[in-house]
């Protein structure tokens, strides 16, 4: 059917001529046309939400650590939080964080996925990308009664290969970052938060301390935490 693809071909390229023909009318990037044309499907990869409201997202990652703390911050300022777990991380203590999906109010924190074993999915093949986010999703769905719509790929290691199996694990977006608050050792500088922006924390002991100085930038930057399904729902990315 070389008409039907020439005609796609055809609307790949007139969109990507309506997208480049705002501000910087460029030569073209066949490169991005075609990573565009093959991407058509996937769910897709997530680092900051496009939306005129006044929000931040907040995430929270792996779970080794169970800081009690950190959880009553998370309860008393009743902060919207996507938790990407690994299963290893909350079966020595799920109650900790079934406190937080269940208390915290309905879809203020939900449990997303991580995989089982935390690898850089790139290097995986087709089994093993099935095992590490199928699996992830199968165990967190067991544990906390939902299934993980968001995948969180380790290290924000991507390529179409994982967005394909992530797709087949019923993943609806692939969420990576805008700005990692997590004191690895130092303290990062704080960012100016934008609206969208996506919050990177981890459940290490510094948990209370990062998360709080997250609260605050989005403070002074006039932005609330807020879900993030309905905004990529609202977006239009899911
Ligand atoms: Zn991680």
Redesign the pocket.
């Known amino acids: 059917m070389w008409r039907s693809r020439v005609l796609a071909a055809a609307f790949v390229s007139l969109s990507l001529t309506l997208v480049v023909a705002g501000p910087s009318r460029g030569a073209g990037d066949p490169e991005g046309a075609g990573q565009s044309q093959a991407a058509v499907g996937l769910p897709p990869v997530v680092s900051h939400v496009p939306t005129q409201e006044k929000v931040v997202f907040i995430t929270i990652?792996?779970g080794w650590n169970h800081d009690p703390e950190a959880a009553r911050i998370l309860l008393d300022k009743r902060v919207p939080v996507s938790l990407?777990l690994?299963p290893g991380a909350t079966s020595y203590d799920t109650g900790y964080f079934t406190a937080l999906t269940a208390s915290a109010g309905q879809g203020r924190a939900t449990v997303e996925n991580?995989t089982v074993n935390?690898p850089d999915l790139t290097t995986l093949d087709a089994a093993g990308k099935d095992a590490e986010v199928c699996g992830a999703g199968e165990q967190l769905s067991a544990t906390f009664g939902r299934t993980p719509k968001l995948l969180?790929p380790?290290?924000g290691a991507v390529n179409d290969d994982v967005r394909l199996a992530a797709k087949a694990c019923g993943v609806k977006a692939l969420v990576t970052w805008t700005h990692d608050f997590t004191t690895w050792g130092q303290t990062p500088p704080t960012p100016q938060l934008k609206a969208g922006d996506i919050v990177l924390l981890?459940f290490t002991p510094t948990l209370a301390a990062d998360l709080q100085r997250a609260l605050d930038a989005a403070k002074a930057a006039g932005l609330k935490p807020a879900a993030l399904m309905p905004h990529l729902k609202s977006a239009g990315l899911v």
């Open positions: 990652d792996d990407f690994l991580h935390h969180r380790p290290y981890h």
